[in-house]
């Protein structure tokens, strides 16, 4: 075998793991700044007092939560929610199809559904050895 083939050969088996490591993250990254997104898109459109995005932004059993509790459809019972306002998106941590966006003042929970990330809870306060105590969430 030439010097040649035996140079590319070891190129590749130094570099393989490398670009596998990188092709990973690159997937949780790409994760991350679609939850990010969705995070403050949320925001958003709690500041527009958009309430059919607001609730096309809540995962499903979350919205199916808000309208059992006022007994209305989701748009007549999401002002009646008090969600406080976030602000900027500071951090996200992504944990395979769940990430938590921490925001300036909120915490929010989010799923990832065939459709995009969904607000799972918002209005989120953490809690000295307890669970985030949440103003929305699902069942």
């Given at each position: 075998m030439s010097e040649r083939p035996r140079h590319i050969t070891r190129l590749l088996l130094t570099l393989g793991p490398l670009v596998l490591a990188l092709t990973g993250c690159g997937g949780a990254g790409e994760r991350g700044a679609e939850a990010s997104a969705a995070a403050a898109a949320f925001e958003q459109?709690?500041?527009?007092?958009?309430?059919?995005a607001l609730c096309a932004a809540l995962a499903p059993e979350t919205r199916g939560e808000v309208e059992n509790s006022e007994k209305k459809p989701c748009v007549d019972a999401i002002g009646?929610?008090?969600i406080p306002a976030g602000g900027a998106v500071r951090s996200v941590d992504v944990y395979g199809r769940q990430a938590r966006a921490v925001l300036a003042s909120d915490t929010l929970f989010l799923s990832q559904f065939p459709d995009?990330?969904?607000?799972?809870?918002?209005?989120?306060?953490?809690r000295p050895d307890r669970p985030y105590q949440c103003t929305v969430k699902g069942g």
């Open positions: 459109v709690l500041a527009d007092r958009d309430r059919t009646a929610q008090d995009g990330w969904k607000v799972v809870a918002a209005g989120c306060q953490p």
